[in-house]
């Protein structure tokens, strides 16, 4: 049986929470406070640790470094509670070791998938590290887990509290000469919009597009905008040079982004019973190439627009509809997949024959990391 840590100051969430825990079968011990919080995990070596993010004494983000410092506990698997309102603690939680996050008012059903989820990945690794022989995976693993919080730290939290780019803060054209560009599209919008009325397909919408904002500024897009009833989002190297690839964490938000189509699909099924509504997914392309940002001013306005512009970015939009057609979730240009190679799962490949262009396009499905 899984024994569980639950810290939170608000005592009425944290009875909740261990309630709802304990009701699936789970021993749970309680904290009030990140420091008595942490003198718990080191006592008890829990198998899993729930944790608010503001609480007295030490937050959710001192205790999980603190966590992360100590050799004996510092692979246990931390969920940080946030607001909706609290998305830099999001971003932060994720870039300094949190392997999950949810948001508050919690839904149960997600604490329970989210907890069922960390829970089957400890145990699966604990089965393959008894299999191993030595200590050579152990280490490796090891390595590759602290590499990227340190290159998620650089990076990511360089950024947080940072400009958000806008049209307004570019005082000219921005060229890239390598950027990943990512254009997601809803699947099925025209029948959706025949069977709902235009304030209930507002809602569907909002629902899948406040969440993919969040996810692709999680990630660390340097710029985003609406293309029809689609999003595109351009991913670009910073100079630091130990900073994740563009590719990757274009990759990552991809892969977000189905995740909370499928959350979007149980929103309609629960507030639109018997309508026979169409399957709510998404298509994603990505590649990568040339990119500008090219600033248009609107004299009527004083105003100014950026618009990415570029093969990349066209050929990314012809990539996304074509795939749409194959029945692909996620399309990846053999430009993009060389920057993943080794980390993604790929499926399907095919050459799609764009209207327009000279060139077919060599695309791969792309179906999600390797673990």
């Given amino acids: ?8 100051d608000d005592e009425t969430i944290r009875e909740l929470i261990a309630a709802a825990l304990r009701f699936e079968g789970y021993e749970v011990v309680e904290a009030d406070n990140g420091v ?26 001192a205790m999980m470094q603190a966590l ?79 590499q990227l ?59 899948f597009y406040n969440n993919a904002g969040d996810t692709v500024y999680l990630f660390g897009a340097y710029h985003m905008q609406f293309v029809g009833e689609g999003l595109l989002a351009v991913f ?32 309609l099924v629960s507030h639109f019973p018997g309508r026979s509504l169409p399957r709510f997914e998404v298509g994603v392309g990505l590649n990568s190439g040339a990119v500008t940002l090219a600033k248009l001013e609107d004299p009527l306005r004083g105003k100014s627009e950026i618009l990415p512009v570029g093969d990349a970015v066209s050929a990314c939009l012809l990539l996304q509809k074509q795939a749409q057609q194959a029945g692909w979730k996620i399309a990846a240009s053999a430009s993009l997949l060389r920057e993943v190679t080794g980390v993604v799962k790929t499926g399907r490949r095919k050459r799609f024959s764009a209207p327009g262009r000279s060139s077919a396009i060599d695309a791969t499905e792309l179906l999600g990391l390797m673990h």
């Fill in 1 to 8: 049986m899984a024994l569980i840590a639950v810290i939170d």
């Fill in 36 to 61: 008595s919080g942490l003198a718990m995990v080191r006592d008890h070596r829990p198998d899993l640790v729930v944790s608010d993010v503001n609480m007295p004494k030490m937050d959710g983000f």
């Fill in 68 to 146: 992360r410092a100590d050799p004996a506990i510092q692979a246990t698997p931390v969920i940080l509670l946030t607001s909706l309102q609290e998305r830099e603690h999001v971003r932060s939680g994720m870039t300094s070791g949190a392997d999950d996050y949810l948001t508050k008012p919690i839904d149960f059903d997600e604490l329970r998938e989210a907890t069922a989820a960390q829970l089957n990945k400890q145990l699966m690794r604990q089965s393959a590290q008894a299999r191993a022989v030595g200590s050579v995976i152990a280490t490796a693993l090891s390595t590759q887990k602290k």
């Fill in 149 to 207: 919080i340190r290159l998620y730290e650089q990076r990511l939290l360089a950024e947080l509290g940072e400009k958000w780019p806008t049209a307004d803060s570019v005082v000219e054209d921005r060229k890239f000469a390598n950027a990943t560009v990512l254009f997601v599209d809803v699947v099925n919008f025209p029948a959706m919009a025949e069977k709902l009325t235009s304030t209930e397909l507002s809602d569907v919408v909002r629902q």
């Fill in 236 to 267: 670009v190297d910073s100079t630091d040079t130990d900073t994740v690839n563009s590719g990757l964490r274009a990759t990552k938000a991809a892969l977000g982004l189905i995740d909370s189509a499928h959350r979007v699909q149980g929103f």
